[in-house]
């Protein structure tokens, strides 16, 4: 047996992937996260609104969507508590707004500066991308900056804006940040429509067939053709077991699904796990990683998942046809993200600037007491806020993230979703490129 160690770039964060080999293929694998910073631990003992300044810090990529999980967290336990607050629609779709715009442009920003570079990689192992010199990269590039700037008109800022509050929202946009947030959108659409997809939006997302889109010329349709090539239809299949906890505009409740069977779930079956870590053994450990999972099953989290749950005819047909392969994977986050840019033009188009941007709870924060639970389906996947508060100061802070659920380390038994990926491939560099299939954050992972 030999095991080789290699950092993995290209991600979020930074991590390492060992193997263990036998008669040249993967027989485990470990994935391992060096990058503690202690949040969790920083919010013990500190003020209930500290939360959602220190949250946000977690991530710089989904630092909206760890603000939104936190305010979240925080009504609940208002309402457990007795008091439901009243959130206006305008304030909801500003939070989605904000939260969309953060999906939108993690999903072009991973698909175009580390699935296709990757995928050029793994046809050549000299190849070494220049962004500089590919002017798709820099039109990606822009089209990245215009989807936070559309975001930014509510939050303020990218990335760690505190945009929101118990009860609403901090902004109250005004007619002419509307229009310059749908400009930006429509600056998105633009480059999506002749890059990404190669079609107008509306004829993309009618198509319920893979040959539909394999069939025009765009970078999707390129990533695709790669893939088939170095055979990721096939390469890269897990559990088919999929999980998606928070609320979506394409989904009612909280669901899982095993293949295409669909049924509903439950936070209170989550459970996660310090195996593995240095949490639980400072010497026999070797990642800051937790793990989790439902009903004792490793689930994925993330787009596949979601559009799995809501039954998106797309990729149902390429779930059909591939199964959840790296190739089904890679475009379910292409597909969601187109959307999620049609749904946001419509949300924008409806925002009710004459509604309440906040309503002030009743109770006094600093005097609460109780636990509360905050659910989000971030860009990478489901994401859980759990606060325990005593007269406004916080006892206990947990965050489980997306990557956690997929990218955690079981045992030979019981792999994780990503390690039984992983195990029996032939190619480090392929065994890389379906790490990098499930958007690797290391840096919410180990907050």
């Known amino acids: 047996m030999k095991i080789t160690k290699e950092i993995i770039e290209r991600i979020e964060g930074e991590a390492t992937l060992e193997l263990e080999w036998d008669n040249e293929q993967v027989t485990f694998a470990k994935i391992k996260f060096f990058n503690y910073r202690g949040i969790e631990e920083i919010l ?14 977690v991530c710089g990529i989904c630092s909206h969507s760890h603000a939104i999980a936190s305010v979240l967290a925080i009504e609940s336990i208002f309402e457990n508590q007795g008091e439901s607050l009243h959130v206006s629609q305008k304030a909801n779709d500003i939070r989605e707004i904000a939260l969309n715009a953060e999906k939108i442009h993690n999903h072009i920003k991973w698909y175009f500066f580390s699935i296709l570079p990757e995928l050029k990689r793994v046809a050549d192992p000299t190849y070494h991308g220049n962004a500089y010199k590919e002017k ?34 901090t902004c109250d946009p005004l007619q002419s940040d509307v229009v310059s947030a749908i400009g930006c959108l429509d600056s998105v659409i633009s480059f999506c429509e002749e890059h990404f997809y190669g079609m107008p939006l509306e004829e993309f997302l009618s198509f319920d067939s893979a040959l539909q889109i ?59 796990s310090l195996e593995h870590t240095f949490f639980e053994d400072k010497h026999k450990g070797y990642t800051y990683s937790k793990s989790a999972q439902y009903k004792k099953s490793y689930c994925e989290v993330g787009p596949l998942a979601r559009l799995m749950v809501a039954k998106e005819p797309l990729m149902r047909d390429f779930h059909r046809r591939f199964k959840d392969a790296a190739l089904t994977r890679v475009v379910a986050r292409a597909v969601e ?111």
């Open 136 to 169: 798709q990269w820099f039109q990606a590039q822009n089209a990245i900056m215009e989807s936070l700037k559309m975001g930014a008109h509510f939050t303020g800022q990218w990335p760690h804006g505190s945009f929101v509050m118990a009860g609403g929202v």
């Open 44 to 57: 013990k003992k500190r003020p209930l609104l500290d939360a959602l300044a220190l949250t946000p810090r």
């Open 337 to 447: 993200c187109a959307h999620l840019i049609a749904r946001t033009k419509q949300l924008l188009s409806k925002l009710n600037l004459k509604e309440p941007s906040f309503y002030p709870p009743k109770k006094d924060i600093h005097s609460l007491s109780g636990e509360g639970v905050g659910i989000i389906e971030a860009p990478r996947g489901t994401l859980i806020h759990q606060v325990d508060v005593r007269n406004g100061v916080i006892e206990l802070y947990n965050i489980i993230t997306p990557t956690v659920w997929n990218l955690g380390n079981g045992n030979r038994e019981n792999p994780s979703t990503a390690q039984k990926a992983i195990i029996g491939l032939n190619s480090f560099t392929k065994a890389d490129f379906i790490l990098k299939s499930f958007d690797v954050c290391s840096v919410c992972t180990t907050q």
């Open 214 to 272: 394999m069939s025009v010329p765009s970078a999707l349709s390129y990533g695709i053709d790669e893939m088939l090539k170095q055979g990721f239809d096939r390469l890269g299949r897990s559990y088919d077991r999929f999980l998606a906890l928070g609320k979506s505009y394409m989904y009612e409740g909280s669901l899982k699904a095993s293949k295409t069977a669909v049924l509903g779930a439950d936070v209170k079956y989550v459970q996660e």
